[in-house]
């Protein structure tokens, strides 16, 4: 039996969870999210307590057992909390503003162009001092995906530690080449 996946969930009061056709939506303060069941797997609720249970003990059952109790607790813990990741630009000139209107993000991040970026609507931005910026959702896939694709926009150097990373993201510094007399 999986570790994660034998663990129950605590459904808070102000949680609202229903379970139609193998899917599960999730409504708290924050939002309301939703996801597909697939495989042998079946979903218990009883006295503010979630169990995950799996009808067949093949491999692939075994792979969505823990998957799905992570996924449903991390929707529970979203629309009740939120997550929050926070990202910082390294470098000469390197800068991003914010313009809440049209959803969009604009990085100077030393090419010879700006980037422009649209943001989901679901996710909120707040900058800081130009060279740190906060993100904000109560999906956390979604929060990952988008910072994700911030921090590929240029990612941090091996060799000056330029460009975009993670709050006390540490980075492995490469010594440069040396010539040999």
Known sequence: ?????KRNIFLPKNILMKIKNNVIS???PLGK????????IKIEIAENKLTIKRLENNKYNKSLHGLYR???NNMIIGVLYG???????KGVGYKVALDNEKKVLEFNLGYSHNIVMNFPKDLTVEIKNETRMI????????LGIFAAKIRSLRKPDPYKGKGIRYINEYIIKKAGKTTVK
Do not use: A, N, P, W
């Open 83 to 89: 997550f929050k990741k926070e990202l910082e630009l």
């Open 26 to 28: 999730v409504t708290g």
């Open 1 to 5: 039996m999986s570790r994660i996946g």
């Open 135 to 142: 993100l904000m959702s109560y999906d956390k896939q979604l």
């Open 70 to 72: 992570m996924l449903i």
């Open 33 to 40: 999210l939703s996801i597909k069941i697939i495989g042998d």
